[in-house]
T-cell receptor, first 116, second 110 residues
Framework: DAGVIQSPRHEVTEMGQEVTLRCKPISGHDYLFWYRQTMMRGLELLIYFNNNVPIDDSGMPEDRFSAKMPNASFSTLKIQPSEPRDSAVYFC???WGRGVDNEKLFFGSGTQLSVL | DAKTTQPPSMDCAEGRAANLPCNHSTISGNEYVYWYRQIHSQGPQYIIHGLKNNETNEMASLIITEDRKSSTLILPHATLRDTAVYYCIVKASGTYKYIFGTGTRLKVLA
């Protein structure tokens, strides 16, 4: 398996623009997670899905952020409109989630987002 | 989930064992100890997890004290490629909110 695949690797945009980050989880994994990492706040959980259904979105900073998982092999994180404080590395992760030995997370390589 | 406390940074000589401590004094009976590491600019990588028994895999060993209030991750023969931030996390089975703290920045020295 190729692992968790995120695109794009780097995104530079201007304030006010819409940004869409994409993630393909490992095939067969039931859980998908979106994290954001900054120097100030570290690694923060934004939202996670189970079987394509959002379970906990309490970490989503505000209404400008939205996440979808239309099928088991694809998820998006959208920011509209983007602001400079959204600049961060966004990671996607997936997990089998069936039993304690299968709850470990597999992370993608991340998307480095810069909002100017 | 219980909180964890880790030293912010540590150095280790290449080839020597790296022992990374973690305190989790408020851990509950159903919470596991997980370790992940993050090499610069990459996504975190799972290392090992355990409940109360010591665990070993191809990457590391995990030693959990009898009272489960602390644990130590051991990299038996550290290499330069082990330089990374190491995160200790406690999480109950069946929950999925991994809370990453600030971790320990391990620097392996040649």
């Amino acid at each position: 398996d190729a692992g968790v695949i995120q695109s794009p690797r780097h995104e530079v945009t201007e304030m006010g623009q819409e940004v869409t980050l994409r993630c393909k989880p490992i095939s067969g994994h039931d859980y998908l997670f979106w994290y954001r990492q900054t120097m100030m706040r570290g690694l923060e959980l934004l939202i996670y899905f189970n079987n394509n259904v959002p379970i906990d979105d309490s970490g989503m900073p505000e209404d400008r952020f939205s996440a979808k998982m239309p099928n088991a092999s694809f998820s998006t994180l959208k920011i509209q409109p983007s602001e400079p404080r959204d600049s961060a590395v966004y990671f996607c992760a997936s997990s089998w989630g069936r039993g304690v030995d299968n709850e470990k997370l597999f992370f993608g390589s991340g998307t480095q987002l810069s909002v100017l | 989930d219980a909180k964890t406390t880790q030293p912010p940074s540590m150095d280790c000589a290449e080839g020597r064992a790296a022992n990374l401590p973690c305190n989790h004094s408020t851990i509950s009976g159903n919470e596991y100890v997980y370790w992940y590491r993050q090499i610069h600019s990459q996504g975190p990588q799972y290392i090992i997890h355990g409940l109360k028994n010591n665990e070993t895999n191809e990457m590391a060993s995990l030693i959990i004290t009898e009272d489960r209030k602390s644990s130590t991750l051991i990299l038996p023969h550290a290499t330069l490629r082990d330089t990374a931030v190491y995160y200790c996390i406690v999480k109950a089975s069946g929950t999925y909110k991994y809370i990453f703290g600030t971790g320990t920045r391990l620097k392996v020295l040649a």
